[in-house]
């Protein structure tokens, strides 16, 4: 009989783990555990939908492989949850497997399990992030113990998870996950491992290589045979020189730095050096936070101009990582400062799903801090969809100014 990991997961979450994960939270013991009973399903859910085929299964063998997911971390799963640097490497640590297992619809997960249970959106991100490592600490350990060692091993396991997985998960799933139900996931899961591991078909099939065998020989020898035939000489073409192309000459106009003075470059107290561009939001960050003389204002927010997410998605793309590790390691470098991030739309479209999105997108980037170290309780993320526009939404320049996120100093 196959494990069962919700099972073994649920023995490790403890009444002081939960009591651990409420104060952390910031939320109340009742909701805390109505939201760990929504969310290891609906991970465990995320797992068995992301192994029903043996690319998936091989991309969760490599992840538990790489980050040496042995289970180490159930030995004590009170202090990991007791915030500082550990809960921190954890929260980076989840955000990284949550982004592997679900891609893009990891906050769509977190906003599910937050209303299901009556936490707060940050809240469910955070205890989502924190689960993650343990579910893989779990799986790992079970993995080992089983002897699970192919990915169309690992599908066949996940499959068979699918049969503890009913009637716990929340309404609405599914859509999410873009199953019907987690039957079919099973049912998936098993012909895959039995396509897999299929012996070659008996009968004929089985005698084909040697029926082939003359055909090849006759090929082999017919095209032997018209290789030794003589060919007619090619004749000589004269043909007039053309001179190379000057390679050190790019074909495209480079762009041009104008002055170097638009461009700033200075030492944190960390010894962090921070480079970029002096109308940027980190210079104007780091002026704003070392002036004593300026209070700190709830009207005054910074445009993080460097950052950029997929098409209608909460996704940040790869080329916004260096803005997002200087602002983290501003934050590292003054200790005090507290910030929130403002996610913001056009007026385009659903006003309802503008606002989801500006929310989604803000709560996206607080992860991703969070992710690079940063304390949770140092950000606030809020979405404000169309509402507090910098420019016309009459033209795409203006709409597309207006498609930002921004940054507050709470405190510093």
Same mark, same amino acid.
Request: glycine share 12%; no cysteine.
């Given at each position: 009989m196959s494990s069962n990991l919700l099972e073994l997961i649920n023995e490790n979450i403890t009444g002081d783990v939960v009591s651990r994960l409420a104060q952390f939270l910031g939320e109340s013991s009742?909701?805390? =555990?109505?939201?760990?009973?929504?969310a290891i399903p609906s991970l465990l859910a995320g797992l068995v939908n992301k192994g029903?085929?043996?690319?998936?299964?091989?991309?969760?063998? =490599?992840?538990? =492989?790489?980050? =040496?997911?042995?289970?180490?971390?159930?030995?004590?799963?009170?202090?990991?949850?007791?915030g500082g640097e550990g809960t921190n490497k954890l929260l980076a640590t989840g955000a990284t497997l949550l982004t592997s297992i679900f891609g893009h619809k990891t906050d769509s997960v977190a906003n599910l399990i937050a209303n299901a249970s009556g936490i707060s959106k940050t809240s469910s991100n955070s205890l989502l992030g924190l689960l993650m490592p343990v579910i893989f600490g779990v799986l790992g350990k079970t993995v080992k113990t089983e002897g699970i060692t192919s990915a169309a091993g690992l599908v066949s396991f996940l499959g068979k998870q699918s049969g503890y997985l009913k009637n716990l998960l929340p309404a609405g799933l599914g859509?999410?996950?873009?199953?019907?139900?987690?039957?079919?996931?099973?049912?998936?899961?098993?012909k895959t491992a039995t396509y897999v591991n299929e012996e070659r078909p008996a009968?004929?099939?089985?005698?084909?290589?040697?029926?082939?065998?003359?055909?090849?020989?006759?090929?082999?020898w017919w095209f032997l045979k018209n290789l030794e035939q003589p060919t007619a000489p090619v004749p000589e073409v004269s043909v007039p020189a053309v001179s190379a192309p000057d390679v050190s000459t790019p074909t495209t106009t480079p762009t041009v730095v104008e002055k170097v003075s638009d461009f700033f470059? $200075?030492?944190?107290?960390?010894?962090?050096? @921070?480079?970029?561009?002096?109308?940027?939001?980190?210079?104007?960050l780091i002026e704003f936070?070392?002036?004593?003389?300026?209070a700190v204002d709830e009207t005054l927010w910074f445009t993080m101009d460097a950052i950029t997410f997929d098409t209608d998605k909460a996704t940040i793309k790869s080329e916004?990582?260096?803005?997002?590790?200087?602002?983290?390691?501003?934050?590292?470098?003054?200790?005090?400062?507290?910030?929130? @991030?403002?996610?913001? $739309?056009?007026? $385009?479209?659903?006003?309802?799903?503008?606002?989801a999105l500006s929310a989604d997108r803000a709560t996206a980037v607080k992860n991703a801090l969070i992710g690079m170290g940063i304390d949770a309780g140092r950000i606030e993320a809020e979405g404000y969809g169309s509402a507090y526009p910098v420019a016309s939404n009459d033209t795409a320049e203006g709409r597309q100014k207006n498609r930002r996120i921004d940054v507050r100093v709470l405190a510093k």
């Open positions: 009742n909701n805390t =555990s109505s939201a760990l009973s929504n029903t085929d043996t690319q998936g299964a091989s991309t969760i063998l =490599s992840l538990l =492989s790489q980050g =040496s997911h042995d289970g180490g971390i159930l030995n004590n799963l009170v202090d990991a949850f007791s859509s999410i996950l873009g199953i019907a139900n987690l039957n079919d996931l099973g049912n998936i899961a098993s009968g004929l099939l089985r005698f084909l290589p040697w029926l082939l065998l003359p055909l090849l020989f006759v090929l082999g470059e $200075t030492n944190l107290p960390s010894g962090y050096v @921070i480079k970029g561009a002096k109308d940027g939001i980190e210079n104007k936070i070392q002036d004593t003389g300026k916004s990582n260096a803005q997002l590790t200087n602002i983290a390691e501003i934050m590292k470098a003054f200790p005090a400062v507290k910030i929130k @991030i403002g996610g913001y $739309t056009d007026n $385009t479209g659903d006003a309802a799903a503008n606002q």
